[in-house]
Protein backbone atom coordinates (compact mmCIF):
# COMPACT_ATOMS: atom_id res chain seq x y z
CA UNK A 1 0.00 0.00 0.00
CA UNK A 2 1.58 3.18 -1.58
CA UNK A 3 -1.13 5.71 -0.33
CA UNK A 4 -1.59 8.56 1.71
CA UNK A 5 -5.02 9.32 2.00
CA UNK A 6 -6.51 13.10 2.57
CA UNK A 7 -9.99 13.77 3.96
CA UNK A 8 -11.90 15.74 3.30
CA UNK A 9 -11.22 16.35 -0.18
CA UNK A 10 -12.94 19.40 -0.31
CA UNK A 11 -13.82 21.86 2.73
CA UNK A 12 -15.99 25.42 2.69
CA UNK A 13 -15.58 26.84 6.28
CA UNK A 14 -16.45 30.79 7.55
CA UNK A 15 -13.57 32.61 9.04
CA UNK A 16 -14.74 32.05 12.74
CA UNK A 17 -15.20 28.28 12.55
CA UNK A 18 -12.77 25.22 13.50
CA UNK A 19 -12.41 22.47 11.05
CA UNK A 20 -9.34 19.68 10.81
CA UNK A 21 -7.68 18.04 7.93
CA UNK A 22 -7.01 14.45 8.28
CA UNK A 23 -3.88 12.12 6.66
CA UNK A 24 -3.12 8.79 6.59
CA UNK A 25 -0.35 6.51 5.65
CA UNK A 26 -0.03 2.56 6.44
CA UNK A 27 3.91 2.61 4.97
CA UNK A 28 5.64 2.44 8.36
CA UNK A 29 7.20 6.32 7.05
CA UNK A 30 7.83 8.08 10.20
CA UNK A 31 8.44 11.59 8.34
CA UNK A 32 5.10 13.56 7.41
CA UNK A 33 4.63 17.20 6.16
CA UNK A 34 2.22 19.31 5.13
CA UNK A 35 2.39 21.66 2.42
CA UNK A 36 0.05 24.04 0.55
CA UNK A 37 -0.31 24.89 -3.01
CA UNK A 38 -1.61 27.64 -4.45
CA UNK A 39 -3.10 27.67 -7.98
CA UNK A 40 -0.20 27.40 -9.92
CA UNK A 41 2.17 27.69 -7.81
CA UNK A 42 4.52 24.71 -6.07
CA UNK A 43 3.47 23.29 -3.06
CA UNK A 44 5.24 25.29 0.00
CA UNK A 45 6.27 23.26 3.03
CA UNK A 46 4.05 24.17 6.21
CA UNK A 47 5.17 21.65 8.94
CA UNK A 48 7.84 18.72 9.00
CA UNK A 49 7.11 15.42 12.09
CA UNK A 50 9.97 13.30 12.53
CA UNK A 51 9.23 10.31 14.61
CA UNK A 52 5.86 11.95 15.45
CA UNK A 53 7.40 14.95 16.35
CA UNK A 54 7.64 18.33 15.73
CA UNK A 55 10.89 18.84 13.34
CA UNK A 56 10.24 22.01 11.07
CA UNK A 57 7.51 24.90 11.10
CA UNK A 58 8.03 27.18 8.61
CA UNK A 59 6.87 30.15 10.44
CA UNK A 60 3.50 29.10 9.78
CA UNK A 61 0.14 31.84 11.29
CA UNK A 62 -0.96 29.78 14.60
CA UNK A 63 -4.07 29.63 12.95
CA UNK A 64 -3.01 26.36 11.71
CA UNK A 65 -2.29 23.77 14.29
CA UNK A 66 -0.75 20.74 13.30
CA UNK A 67 -1.14 17.60 15.13
CA UNK A 68 0.52 14.01 15.05
CA UNK A 69 -1.43 11.88 16.98
CA UNK A 70 0.44 8.50 16.09
CA UNK A 71 2.88 7.41 13.42
CA UNK A 72 0.07 6.53 10.23
CA UNK A 73 -2.06 9.66 11.38
CA UNK A 74 -1.46 13.41 10.30
CA UNK A 75 -3.94 16.20 11.55
CA UNK A 76 -4.17 19.83 10.56
CA UNK A 77 -6.12 22.12 12.68
CA UNK A 78 -7.67 25.20 11.41
CA UNK A 79 -9.07 28.30 13.39
CA UNK A 80 -10.00 31.38 12.04
CA UNK A 81 -8.68 31.29 9.01
CA UNK A 82 -8.54 34.04 6.86
CA UNK A 83 -9.70 33.85 2.54
CA UNK A 84 -6.27 34.35 1.43
CA UNK A 85 -5.82 30.52 3.29
CA UNK A 86 -7.82 28.90 0.58
CA UNK A 87 -5.44 26.54 -1.19
CA UNK A 88 -4.55 22.83 -1.92
CA UNK A 89 -3.61 21.46 1.63
CA UNK A 90 -1.05 18.57 0.45
CA UNK A 91 -0.07 15.89 2.96
CA UNK A 92 3.03 13.81 2.16
CA UNK A 93 5.23 11.06 4.15
CA UNK A 94 8.09 9.15 3.67
CA UNK A 95 11.06 7.45 5.39
CA UNK A 96 12.53 9.93 7.90
CA UNK A 97 14.85 12.21 6.09
CA UNK A 98 18.07 11.68 8.66
CA UNK A 99 21.09 13.64 7.88
CA UNK A 100 21.32 14.92 4.82
CA UNK A 101 19.00 13.17 2.81
CA UNK A 102 15.38 13.65 1.85
CA UNK A 103 14.08 10.50 0.69
CA UNK A 104 11.09 10.06 -1.79
CA UNK A 105 8.41 11.82 -0.89
CA UNK A 106 4.34 10.20 -1.40
CA UNK A 107 1.82 12.80 -1.33
CA UNK A 108 -1.94 12.41 -0.36
CA UNK A 109 -4.24 14.07 -2.98
CA UNK A 110 -5.11 16.62 -0.93
CA UNK A 111 -7.85 18.72 0.71
CA UNK A 112 -8.85 22.11 -1.49
CA UNK A 113 -10.00 24.25 0.94
CA UNK A 114 -12.27 27.46 0.21
CA UNK A 115 -12.47 30.41 3.47
CA UNK A 116 -15.49 32.32 2.62
CA UNK B 1 15.84 30.03 -1.75
CA UNK B 2 13.23 28.72 -4.30
CA UNK B 3 15.12 27.15 -7.47
CA UNK B 4 14.28 28.69 -10.92
CA UNK B 5 12.75 26.45 -13.66
CA UNK B 6 13.00 27.04 -17.11
CA UNK B 7 10.68 27.11 -19.18
CA UNK B 8 7.56 27.85 -17.36
CA UNK B 9 5.97 26.16 -19.89
CA UNK B 10 6.20 24.45 -23.12
CA UNK B 11 3.97 22.66 -25.75
CA UNK B 12 5.16 19.80 -27.46
CA UNK B 13 3.33 17.74 -30.52
CA UNK B 14 3.43 13.51 -29.66
CA UNK B 15 7.04 12.50 -30.37
CA UNK B 16 8.88 15.50 -29.85
CA UNK B 17 11.70 15.65 -26.84
CA UNK B 18 11.85 18.73 -24.08
CA UNK B 19 14.57 19.82 -21.67
CA UNK B 20 13.43 21.45 -18.21
CA UNK B 21 16.21 23.40 -16.34
CA UNK B 22 16.11 23.52 -12.55
CA UNK B 23 18.59 26.59 -11.14
CA UNK B 24 19.59 26.68 -7.41
CA UNK B 25 21.78 30.17 -5.94
CA UNK B 26 22.20 27.70 -2.69
CA UNK B 27 24.47 24.69 -2.60
CA UNK B 28 22.75 22.00 -3.62
CA UNK B 29 22.98 18.05 -1.41
CA UNK B 30 20.33 16.52 -4.18
CA UNK B 31 18.06 17.31 -6.52
CA UNK B 32 14.42 15.67 -6.66
CA UNK B 33 12.22 15.75 -10.17
CA UNK B 34 8.07 15.49 -9.59
CA UNK B 35 5.00 15.52 -11.78
CA UNK B 36 1.89 16.95 -11.33
CA UNK B 37 -1.33 16.21 -12.93
CA UNK B 38 -3.75 18.76 -13.28
CA UNK B 39 -6.04 18.19 -9.85
CA UNK B 40 -4.04 15.16 -8.58
CA UNK B 41 -0.94 14.88 -6.16
CA UNK B 42 2.61 15.66 -7.09
CA UNK B 43 4.07 11.95 -8.22
CA UNK B 44 7.91 11.38 -7.45
CA UNK B 45 10.07 10.90 -10.64
CA UNK B 46 13.41 10.63 -9.42
CA UNK B 47 16.26 11.53 -7.16
CA UNK B 48 19.91 12.38 -8.39
CA UNK B 49 22.34 12.62 -5.37
CA UNK B 50 26.02 13.39 -6.99
CA UNK B 51 27.43 16.23 -8.68
CA UNK B 52 27.19 15.12 -12.47
CA UNK B 53 25.13 12.23 -12.07
CA UNK B 54 22.53 10.86 -14.61
CA UNK B 55 19.40 8.75 -14.10
CA UNK B 56 16.67 7.67 -15.96
CA UNK B 57 13.27 6.70 -15.67
CA UNK B 58 11.53 4.96 -18.95
CA UNK B 59 11.82 7.83 -21.57
CA UNK B 60 12.93 10.68 -18.93
CA UNK B 61 16.31 10.94 -17.72
CA UNK B 62 17.82 13.46 -15.47
CA UNK B 63 21.32 15.24 -15.13
CA UNK B 64 22.76 16.85 -11.98
CA UNK B 65 25.85 19.48 -12.24
CA UNK B 66 26.28 20.16 -8.37
CA UNK B 67 28.82 21.96 -8.92
CA UNK B 68 27.11 24.36 -11.32
CA UNK B 69 24.39 23.88 -8.78
CA UNK B 70 21.73 23.06 -12.23
CA UNK B 71 20.11 19.99 -13.12
CA UNK B 72 17.79 19.18 -16.24
CA UNK B 73 15.07 16.51 -17.03
CA UNK B 74 15.30 15.29 -20.39
CA UNK B 75 11.61 13.87 -22.06
CA UNK B 76 12.16 12.31 -24.92
CA UNK B 77 9.91 11.20 -27.78
CA UNK B 78 7.02 12.45 -25.35
CA UNK B 79 3.62 10.83 -24.63
CA UNK B 80 0.49 12.12 -23.84
CA UNK B 81 0.41 10.76 -20.66
CA UNK B 82 3.58 13.06 -20.29
CA UNK B 83 1.19 15.93 -19.61
CA UNK B 84 1.51 17.75 -16.31
CA UNK B 85 3.65 20.32 -13.95
CA UNK B 86 7.02 19.43 -13.57
CA UNK B 87 8.59 20.57 -10.09
CA UNK B 88 12.35 19.99 -9.13
CA UNK B 89 12.80 19.90 -5.68
CA UNK B 90 15.82 20.45 -3.75
CA UNK B 91 17.26 19.97 -0.11
CA UNK B 92 18.34 22.77 1.96
CA UNK B 93 19.45 22.70 5.41
CA UNK B 94 16.46 22.97 7.84
CA UNK B 95 18.17 22.54 11.08
CA UNK B 96 17.70 19.60 12.80
CA UNK B 97 16.53 17.79 9.42
CA UNK B 98 16.58 19.33 5.27
CA UNK B 99 13.61 20.29 3.91
CA UNK B 100 12.32 19.97 0.56
CA UNK B 101 11.88 23.07 -1.65
CA UNK B 102 10.07 22.91 -4.80
CA UNK B 103 11.23 25.12 -7.91
CA UNK B 104 9.19 27.51 -9.99
CA UNK B 105 7.77 24.19 -11.90
CA UNK B 106 7.20 23.57 -15.81
CA UNK B 107 4.35 23.61 -17.55
CA UNK B 108 4.32 20.89 -20.24
CA UNK B 109 1.04 20.25 -22.50
CA UNK B 110 1.63 17.21 -25.01
CA UNK B 111 -0.84 17.66 -27.88
CA UNK B 112 -1.57 14.38 -30.28
Known amino acids: DTEVTQTPKHLVMGMTNKKSLKCEQHMGHRAMYWYKQKAKKPPELMFV???????INESVPSRFSPECPNSSLLNLHLHALQPEDSALYLC???????????????FGQGTRLTVV | QQPVQSPQAVILREGEDAVINCSSSKALYSVHWYRQKHGEAPVFLMI?????EQKGHEKISASFNEKKQQSSLYLTASQLSYSGTYFC?????????????FGTGTLLAVQP
Open chain 2, 48 to 52: LLKGG
Open chain 1, 49 to 55: YSYEKLS
Open chain 2, 89 to 101: GTEISGGATNKLI
Open chain 1, 92 to 106: ASSQDPAGTRWPEAF
